[in-house]
């Protein structure tokens, strides 16, 4: 009987080792990009959206101008046939046109961008750090020059403030939130249709 018992034990212990995973082979890291914070960007805290070529879009929360300042940039990553990758600035935030675009992009059917900043545009001291966010497009257009507009400047009443990430629907119909604003002063969900 002690015989019996001791093989048991043993396959029972035998089925959870095996269950237990083994240590899984080292990770490697491939940095693509390194950002300086100046005339480049900073603080890319955003998502990434890649395009059919491979090519990576983000934005950064912060640079777009010398020294470290600047309210943050909408930027490409390119392969290269080196095998490096090299950024190309699409458009640089000032406080008008927006503000801290820390929420990534989107693409459309038609290969235009959208996006959000959490601040800039109207400054009314309704919102967060007085400035409101806006939602943006860019534009491919001749030359692989990138054109930029606001298609929407959050006024922080009854429209909301301060948005966060967005979602494209259908025939470009934007979704999106605000953390401030509304009726009661505390966000809203929207719909923006073209």
């Given at each position: 009987m002690a015989r019996v018992k001791?093989?048991?034990?043993?396959?029972?212990?035998?089925?959870?080792?095996?269950l237990v995973p083994s240590p899984a082979a080292a990770a490697s890291l491939n940095i693509l990009y390194r950002f300086t914070g100046g005339l480049d960007g900073g603080y890319p805290n955003g998502?990434?959206?890649?395009?059919?070529?491979?090519?990576?879009?983000?934005?950064?929360?912060?640079?777009?101008?010398?020294?470290?300042?600047?309210?943050?940039?909408?930027?490409?990553?390119s392969p290269?046939?080196?095998?490096?990758?090299?950024?190309?600035?699409?458009?640089?935030?000032?406080t008008s046109d927006g503000n801290d675009p820390a929420f990534g992009m989107v693409f459309d059917s038609a290969g235009n961008l959208y996006g959000a900043t959490y601040?800039?545009?109207?400054?009314?001291?309704?919102?967060?750090y007085q400035t409101c966010g806006v939602v943006f497009k860019l534009t491919l257009g001749a030359h692989n020059k990138w054109s930029f507009r606001d298609i929407y400047k959050f006024k922080g009443g009854k429209d909301g403030g301060n948005p966060a990430e967005i979602i494209l629907h259908g025939t470009n119909n934007i979704?999106?939130?605000?953390a401030y604003g509304g009726a009661y002063g505390a966000g809203v969900v929207y719909e923006i249709t073209p």
């Amino acid at each position: 009987m002690a015989r019996v018992k001791g093989k048991i034990r043993r396959a029972l212990i035998g089925a959870m080792l095996a269950l237990v995973p083994s240590p899984a082979a080292a990770a490697s890291l491939n940095i693509l990009y390194r950002f300086t914070g100046g005339l480049d960007g900073g603080y890319p805290n955003g998502p990434l959206v890649r395009d059919a070529e491979g090519n990576l879009f983000g934005t950064t929360s912060a640079g777009g101008e010398a020294e470290g300042y600047g309210y943050g940039v909408a930027y490409r990553l390119s392969p290269t046939a080196s095998g490096n990758w090299q950024e190309t600035v699409l458009h640089r935030f000032r406080t008008s046109d927006g503000n801290d675009p820390a929420f990534g992009m989107v693409f459309d059917s038609a290969g235009n961008l959208y996006g959000a900043t959490y601040l800039g545009g109207h400054s009314n001291g309704k919102c967060f750090y007085q400035t409101c966010g806006v939602v943006f497009k860019l534009t491919l257009g001749a030359h692989n020059k990138w054109s930029f507009r606001d298609i929407y400047k959050f006024k922080g009443g009854k429209d909301g403030g301060n948005p966060a990430e967005i979602i494209l629907h259908g025939t470009n119909n934007i979704y999106g939130t605000t953390a401030y604003g509304g009726a009661y002063g505390a966000g809203v969900v929207y719909e923006i249709t073209p």
